[in-house]
């Protein structure tokens, strides 16, 4: 088995051998650890493509902006209308997929004309154990993914991430606000709204790791078991802004935050 040292050590060989490298960048713990080490590695032959779309929040394109700034890291935003691409508003159990080829593409494109032959993104060796129709479109499209190809686990990257002193390492989990919205549940500009404000306030009011899963008119929140107490102490506040953004009902699962709550019916479905 190799040391995370090794790991460490492979994913920055791999990186010189691609040489110039356009990066998926979006700010979360993944892509943030691999923008920074291919930044170390190969200097300005690297180059941070950001995607910013209404299924993105603000603060984290804020953040990538930040932080890309501050390392001097050359990004690049590439503005996407999510609603029109093709699959994504049906929201079928293939949504990730339709998205992801249009975004890479999209990124493809603007990377291979500024000269950069190698598109990278940063799933890591435990992406494979969910269901993720996304991973199709980017072996289809030829993009590389450094962390899983050198088996760097969200632990190994969290780990490595500190002791790079990023502020990322210990950043909560984070995915598309699509991700949200039951699978045959259409997606809106007005649903993906809701779930963002509704989200900024739980981050705002001090929780680290949530969801705001919306199932019709009703928005269920997901937090850790932990701060259950906590959101019956800011109930109030929690229900007045929710009522406010268009939600009619609220609820607090009582299972807790889990990732990838909604593929749940799919494995319910498979049985």
Request: charged share 25%.
């Amino acid at each position: 088995m190799e040391s995370l040292n090794q790991k460490f050590e492979k994913l920055k060989n791999l990186l010189r051998e691609m040489n110039r490298v356009a990066i998926a960048f979006s700010a979360g713990v993944d892509s943030t650890f691999l923008a920074k080490v291919a930044h170390d590695t190969l200097g300005d032959n690297m180059v941070a493509y950001t995607v910013q779309a209404g299924m993105v929040p603000e603060r984290e394109i804020a953040f990538s902006r930040e932080f890309c700034k501050l390392h001097g890291i050359p990004q690049q935003l590439i503005e996407v209308d999510e609603m029109q691409v093709e699959g994504f508003a049906e929201n079928s159990r293939e949504r990730c997929y339709f998205c992801k080829r249009n975004l890479f593409s999209k990124i493809t494109e603007r990377a291979k004309a500024a000269g950069f032959s190698t598109v990278s993104e940063g799933s890591n060796a435990d992406d494979i154990h969910d269901y993720r129709p996304g991973m199709r479109a980017l072996q289809e499209l030829g993009i590389r993914s450094p962390l899983l190809e050198c088996g760097l686990t969200k632990a190994d990257i969290r780990e490595l991430s500190h002791q790079l002193d990023l502020p990322t390492w210990d950043k909560p989990s984070f995915a598309c606000l699509a991700s949200r919205i039951p699978y045959g549940e259409p997606i809106s500009r007005e649903k993906l709204s809701m779930i963002s404000n509704a989200e900024q306030l739980l981050f705002e009011l001090g929780f680290k790791q949530f969801r705001v899963r919306l199932h019709g008119n009703l928005a269920r929140i997901e937090v850790l078991p932990e701060d259950f107490n906590k959101v019956l102490e800011k109930r109030d506040q929690i229900l007045a802004a929710f009522k406010k953004i268009g939600f009619t009902y609220i609820s607090l699962d009582l299972q807790g935050f889990r990732s990838g709550s909604l593929n749940e019916t799919l494995a319910a479905k498979q049985v």
